[in-house]
């Protein structure tokens, strides 16, 4: 997998995916989660994940909301986690490969620009 720019992901589009290619390898993960924001590689270096703390409840809701509108744009969906009321996090997969792919990497650049209302 090529390692892209913020700005070269957030130019591109999911494609859909039906299986049959390799996931990317977790030093082309980690390679590439340097040009994005706070998203650590899972132990099992299948998925990406992020955290936020938001204001409140419906802050995160809110963020959601916005993650759902960009998923449903690209075709390819994240995980989506709100614990404790106000602990955000997302987790990005590719669910036809079992690992990741540059999906992931695409969904988490255009997840980052995302407003998000956090705890002050
Ligand atoms: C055809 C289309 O690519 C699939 O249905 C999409 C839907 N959203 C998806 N989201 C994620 N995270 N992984 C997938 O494999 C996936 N597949």
Redesign the pocket.
Known sequence: MTVRTTEELVGKK??????GVQPCSPQEARDQLKQLGDWRLTDDAKRIRREWVVENFMAGMRFFEACAEL?EED?????LHLEGYRNVSVE??????GGL?E??FI?AAKIDRLPIELKQ
Not at 75 to 79: I, L, S
Not at 92 to 97: E, G, P, Q, S, V
């Open positions: 999911c494609l859909p995916c039906e299986g998923a075709g390819h969906h994240p995980d990005l997969w590719t669910h036809a490969i792919s999906n992931d969904l």
